[in-house]
């Protein structure tokens, strides 16, 4: 599904990502993990298409089509959704709204009519449980005085609602209590499927015992230097990075 | 809007083309300049009483004695007012056999704003097949109207058949010699709309100058005169959000309101006069001079704008809040792109006692403009205990443009409490981001966020006109960013 090969990336002519391979399968779930300022949103914005970042070598291949070559917005109607470390709030615009104007633009990018307004709602309502969110949250403006949990559990509303084959998920557990955490994590395993794949990148084991991963990651100064299963995650939890740095030099 | 209602205000305007009462008039034009004789000629075409005739001469003489204002934040071209046509038969729009003959960078604009094709086709004088029998749905409304005792007519038609009241209350909210361009406006004003409900009755329609009985060639120096007797309620709708494109330059109209005791007005705008190029070439400049009173007590008058259009804006709708307990209200969107400038806001006047009013105005620039809000609020010292609370608030988009505010507070007693709140901000590219990054392109975005920023002032309008003007705004800024 995602194939990332040797990808180079630059923010204002510093290296930031150095070599980076990696490759999603439909039905798997990839963890990444990595010390601050490593590079992790930084990978999970270069594939959504965020300005700002130069790809200085390396191609990005998602479905047979070559990521990089495609604008921001048609690579989310492509399936892939970003679920933000950092939500941003856009005053005035109703999520209601929001979510229609973008499921709408899906439906027409592949070639559908606008969905209609009863199915509409039943598709909030469903979503809405899945994440045990509040309507009152969901007649709100887009993340508009949410609280931290709230707008972690936005994203993942969201991605109910958009049902994307690639989901890369930045921390979206951090700043969540443990039922929060809970509630996010059903809400990732129902939405899996045998179809789509789901990156999380976190600092935090515990998210893993909830949502299980095929695969971790270990991203280390811009490259992934050890990948490993669930263990992985627990001897990073108890020893750290160090070890690693040691053994990468 | 309904399809039917839809359908009846296309057939009704287009009875103006095929019925209006300008077909068996012959029309001459006057030479072009300012004099008397311009003005004698045009209240003579008009066959107007004496006394409108008077008062147009007595404007001209103020007229001539006063200066284009200067205060405002705009950049103003000298105007010659003597090349100037001021009095010329409304020209028709070739007819054209159908839309296929139109423009279509026209016609996308028009799809874009929802614009149904009936109504396209009257915009830009395509022929029309005839659903209804125009004349009768005309009579239906009108008799609606007559039934309850509504004037709603052309200017020119009320000073023939209605010119006590005409009298009584015009230049009774903007006096003559107010200002430049309604001393101007009122010598030499062409046609526009009156209407008048009568005490106690609540106007069953909303009052559309879509109605308007001659619509072509009016538009240069407007004059619209609305009186609420007591008790009396109407809410009345100006312009489409249609690109209108206008060969006149100056556009200098006057709107007064009137509300007696208990009376309530609600006068929404949408304004898309052509704005130039991209490069400031042409476009409108429209100077209008937009004064309500609110006359008796408990009286209301709410004015709500959405400015889009026009190469420069001076526009200030305002209240005098005359009788005791009296509302004025001021909703505005005011978006300038490319070239445009546009200084506009509201003036309050409180002189009853516990008095309210209320002033939300958006700015929106982008480009190279330059958009201002001026706002006076003046508590007299009689008003006591009277309110008013004013939100300024400019968005940018882009770094090339300007937005300013100027509030002027002068407050006349201790017990009145009057509130400022202003802000400026920017659509970030991080909102832009979040909104690409769930599919919505960049147009649509900037559509959204902006729609979201001037909410409260678009849930002031009319349903129906509220949707087309949620799709203006988001037309008027394409291509702003990115
Ligand atoms: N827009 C930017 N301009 C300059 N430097 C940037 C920018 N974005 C990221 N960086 C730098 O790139 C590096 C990687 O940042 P990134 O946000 O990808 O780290 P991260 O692995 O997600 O860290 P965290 O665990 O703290 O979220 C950091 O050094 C950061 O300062
Ligand atoms: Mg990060």
């Avoid at chain 1, 936005?154 to 700043?175: H, K, R, V, W, Y």
């Avoid at chain 2, 305007?13 to 034009?29: A, C, N, S």
């Avoid at chain 2, 704005?275 to 009286?299: A, E, H, I, L």
Wanted: hydrophobic share 35%; net charge negative; charged share 25%.
């Amino acid at each position: 599904m995602l194939s990332i090969k040797n990808l180079h990336v630059a923010i204002d002519g510093k290296e930031i990502i150095r070599g980076l391979d990696l490759e999603v399968k439909a039905g798997e779930v990839h963890a990444i993990m990595g010390p601050n300022g490593t590079g992790k949103s930084t990978l999970a914005s270069v594939i959504a298409g965020k300005e700002g970042y130069d790809v200085t070598d390396g191609e990005i291949i998602f479905n047979g089509k070559d990521l990089l070559e495609l604008p921001t917005e048609e690579r989310a109607l492509e399936g892939i959704f970003l679920g933000f470390q950092y939500p941003v709030e856009i005053p005035g615009v109703s999520m209601t709204n929001f979510m229609r104007t973008a499921l709408n633009e899906q439906r027409k990018y592949h070639g559908l009519d606008p969905i209609p307004a009863g199915e509409f709602l039943e598709r909030m309502e469903n979503a809405r449980k899945l994440v045990e969110i509040h309507d009152k949250l969901t007649n709100r403006s887009v993340n508009e005085g949410f609280s931290g949990g709230e707008k972690k559990r936005n994203e993942i509303f969201q991605m109910a609602m958009l049902e994307p084959t690639l989901s890369i998920l930045d921390e979206t557990d951090s700043g969540l209590d443990i039922d929060a955490l809970k509630v996010v994590a059903k809400g990732v395993n129902d939405l899996k499927s045998d179809k789509n794949a789901t990156i999380v990148i976190t600092h935090y084991q515990r998210l893993l015992d909830y949502i299980v991963p095929d695969f971790v990651h270990v991203l280390f100064e811009g490259k992934i230097v050890k990948s490993g299963d669930k263990e992985l995650a627990m001897e990073l939890e108890e020893k750290g990075y160090e070890w690693l740095k040691a053994e990468t030099v | 809007m309904s399809d039917d209602k839809n359908n009846i205000l296309d057939e009704v305007t287009q009875g103006e083309y095929k019925y209006g009462f300008f077909t068996d008039i012959e029309m001459d034009t006057a030479p072009k300049g300012l004099n008397e004789d311009t003005i004698r000629f045009i209240s003579a075409k008009k066959k107007e009483p004496e006394f409108m005739l008077e008062l147009r001469l007595k404007a001209f003489e103020k007229w001539k004695t006063m200066k284009e204002p200067d205060w405002a934040h705009l950049n103003i071209p000298p105007i010659d007012y003597q090349d100037i046509i001021y009095y010329a038969a409304p020209k028709k729009k070739p007819q054209l056999d159908s839309l296929d003959d139109v423009d279509p960078e026209l016609l996308a604009t028009f799809d874009k704003l929802g614009i149904s094709l009936d109504e396209q086709k009257r915009l830009t004088g395509v022929a029309v097949d005839a659903v209804f029998d125009s004349v009768s749905v005309k009579t239906t409304f009108q008799d609606t109207l007559s039934k309850h005792g509504i004037i709603f007519c052309s200017f020119s038609e009320a000073v023939q058949n209605h010119p006590d009241l005409v009298k009584k209350y015009m230049g009774s909210v903007v006096p003559t010699g107010d200002n430049y361009f309604a001393a101007l406006n009122t010598a030499v004003f062409s046609d526009g709309s009156f209407c008048y409900i009568p005490p106690g009755v609540r106007c069953p329609v909303e009052l559309s100058t879509y109605f308007r009985i001659n619509s072509a060639g009016t538009g240069q120096f407007e004059r619209t005169l609305i009186v609420a007797d007591e008790g009396a309620y109407v809410s009345y709708l100006e312009g489409c959000t249609a690109p209108q494109r206008d060969e006149n330059q100056l556009h200098a109209a006057v709107v007064e309101i009137v509300a007696l005791k208990d009376a309530e007005v609600k006068y929404s705008t949408v304004q898309n006069w052509y704005p130039g190029d991209k490069n400031g070439k042409g476009g409108v400049y429209n100077f209008v001079t937009k004064r309500g009173m609110c006359k008796g007590n408990n009286s209301k008058i709410s004015w709500t704008q959405v400015e889009t259009g026009s190469a420069i804006t001076w526009k200030y709708p305002s209240c005098v809040l005359l009788g005791d307990n009296s509302i004025g209200e001021f909703y505005s969107v005011a978006v300038t792109n490319n070239h445009q400038q546009a200084d506009t806001g509201s003036k309050m006047t409180h002189i009853g006692k516990n008095t309210k009013s209320t002033i939300i105005s958006k700015g929106i620039s982008a480009g190279f403009s330059n958009n201002s809000y001026r706002g006076l609020v003046k508590i007299a010292q009689r008003a006591e205990n009277s309110r008013n609370f004013s939100q300024c608030d400019s968005l940018l988009l882009g770094d090339k443009c300007g937005a300013h505010t100027f509030p002027y507070i002068d407050t006349g007693n201790s017990s009145s409490i009057v509130e400022h709140e202003a802000t400026t901000s920017k659509i970030s590219d991080d909102q832009l981001f979040y909104c690409l990054q769930r599919g919505i392109d960049t147009e649509k975005a900037i559509g959204l966020i902006v729609n979201g920023y001037a909410k409260e002032v678009l849930r002031q309008l009319p349903m129906e006109f509220a949707v087309e003007a949620q799709k203006l705004l988001a037309v008027s800024l394409e291509g702003s960013v990115g």
